[in-house]
């Protein structure tokens, strides 16, 4: 493998480069955009090509919440 596609980058310099909270950052992961890589057990990084590829796609294509459905009343 080449030597950049083993750079990676903690969750917080994940947030810094596409300008998004910590908190986004684990909800992508959570929702499978993000895949991190265990580096030693319990600790994660991401792959720094990811996160460019991503910053480039656009955060806000990912991150769209769904419109809540309105509760009826019963």
Avoid: N
């Avoid at 493998?1 to 986004?24: C, F, M, N, P, Y």
């Avoid at 480039?56 to 459905?69: L, Y």
């Amino acid at each position: 493998a080449a030597a950049d596609e083993r750079v990676v980058v903690t969750q917080k310099r994940a947030a810094e480069l596409l300008s998004v909270s910590r908190a986004t950052i684990w909800r992508m992961t959570k929702d499978c955009v993000l895949h991190p890589v265990e580096i030693i057990p319990g600790t994660w990084r991401y792959p720094f090509r990811e996160i460019i590829a991503l910053g480039r796609k656009g955060v806000e294509t990912v991150t769209e919440v769904p419109a809540r459905r309105e509760k009826s009343a019963a």
